[in-house]
């Protein structure tokens, strides 16, 4: 059963850095190298969106609203995904969650929270 845990959230003041880190146990490191990932969010009274993703290649996807700002990264070897975010906003205040699509099967974690205020 893979399981997804988030690292990293917290209070950052606008114009801020936090980086993100999601850890990946229950998979292979061949399984975890081959499966596709994504950061996604959710603030208040919205809906979830997707931040960013990555493809088993190394390709990435960013939401307009992020490009520019925020990373999106893996690093196989340590079955851990990573989102880099810089020049944050009040608008990127939200909880975090990372996804991992194993076999056609969607694996969330439950998500750490960003607040970017001042």
């Known amino acids: 059963q893979v399981q997804l845990v988030e690292f990293g959230g917290g209070l950052v003041q606008p114009g801020g850095s936090l980086r993100l880190s999601c850890a990946a146990s229950?998979?292979?490191?061949?399984?975890?190298?081959?499966?596709?990932m994504a950061w996604y969010r959710q603030a208040p009274g919205k809906q979830r969106e997707l931040v960013a993703d990555i493809s088993s290649g190394g390709s990435t996807n960013y939401a307009d609203s992020v490009k520019g700002r925020f990373t999106i990264s893996k690093d196989n070897a340590k079955n851990t995904m990573y989102l880099q975010m810089s020049s944050l906003k009040p608008e990127d205040t939200a909880a975090y969650y990372c996804?991992?699509?194993?076999?056609?099967?969607?694996?969330w974690g439950k998500g750490t929270l960003v607040t970017v205020s001042s």
């Open positions: 229950g998979s292979s490191f061949s399984v975890f190298s081959r499966s596709p």
């Open positions: 996804s991992q699509s194993v076999f056609g099967n969607n694996y």
